[in-house]
């Protein structure tokens, strides 16, 4: 008996062959098929996802996302499969059409660090947008690999609110990596239940992504703790202090920033000045790499 997958190899062997031979694949024909309800097509299309000869996979992914929620289950089929393009083009396709029922298997792939390229799954998880991915997701915070982790972070940022707990848990064992992602997160999710947890990790590892975070949440509780920023050692950690502060700081954050205008660093000194305009209403010039004083470039245009 022939298995599945080697009738699936046969079919893309023949339908390229065809390609090949003048015989263009008739996809409108597949995709109608489909429409009507043919198993059979729903899988054909599937498989030549994995098809880049001629940009044919290019070209079948929108029909299958025009199939819409029918074209569901026989993704789900495919998420396992062994080829990596086919993959990624079921992963995106489920993401795209924010598939709940995916989220458990998308899932298991974004966890299953043999593959390549995982970043996909965790991109589809935030598109999705279903709480359950979120334990995948923080468990990505910590993998070596920097796309997954950048994409976990943003993929967390969408579950916005409901990621916030799950995020405060998490950080309490998180390692050093998971931390900086964790932290990152909600900053950007700027919910105020993130304060404590974040001015308790200002001397740690992440204390340059805590500083920025800080800056997010708009909490003049934070301002103390920033101003000390202004005086770190590290000049990103100074130069994210700068940065926060402008949203959030007063008079006692007006006077560490006009010293803080006149640092060693081009980029500290330019945030600097920019902040310190945003609290007093005032154009606030700084010394460029030309030792020539002018005005910050305004970030919001």
């Not at 202004?230 to 006077?255: F, H, K, T, V």
Request: proline share 4%; net charge neutral; charged share 25%.
């Amino acid at each position: 008996m022939v298995r599945p997958c080697v009738l699936g190899l046969l079919l893309i062997l023949l339908l390229c062959a065809g390609c090949r031979q003048g015989s263009p694949i008739d996809l409108e024909s597949l995709k109608g098929r489909a429409r009507a309800g043919d198993a059979a097509a729903f899988r054909q299309l599937i498989e030549l996802l994995s098809v880049s000869e001629r940009n044919l996979n290019d070209r079948v992914y929108p029909l299958i996302l025009e199939l819409g929620e029918p074209a569901i289950p026989f993704l789900l089929d495919a998420v396992n499969t062994d080829d990596r393009i086919r993959r990624e083009h079921v992963i995106a396709a489920l993401g795209t059409l924010k598939a709940s029922q995916g989220v458990e298997p998308i899932g298991r792939v974004l966890g299953d660090r043999t593959l390549q390229r995982r970043y996909v799954a965790a991109w589809a998880l935030g598109e999705i947008g279903d709480p359950r991915g979120i334990p995948f997701l923080l468990s990505a915070l910590g993998d070596e690999d920097d796309e997954v982790r950048r994409y976990a972070v943003r993929a967390l940022i969408k579950l916005n609110r409901e990621a916030v707990e799950p995020l405060l848990a998490f950080l309490r064992t998180a390692s050093a990596r998971g931390t900086a992602g964790a932290v990152r997160a909600l900053g950007d999710i700027g919910d105020s239940r993130a304060l404590a947890a974040l001015l308790q990790r200002v001397d740690g590892p992440a204390r340059q992504d805590v500083l920025h975070a800080l800056g997010k949440l708009k909490d003049p509780r934070a301002e103390a703790v920033l101003i000390d920023g202004l005086s770190d050692a590290d000049w990103q950690s100074r130069m994210n202090a700068a940065m926060s502060l402008g949203a959030l700081g007063g008079p006692a954050a007006s006077a560490a920033l006009e010293k803080a205008v006149e640092d060693e660093v081009l980029v500290v000194r330019e945030w600097a000045a920019r902040s310190l305009e945003m609290i007093s209403g005032r154009h606030v010039k700084y010394r460029n790499e030309k030792r020539e004083y002018v005005l910050p470039y305004s970030i919001y245009h």
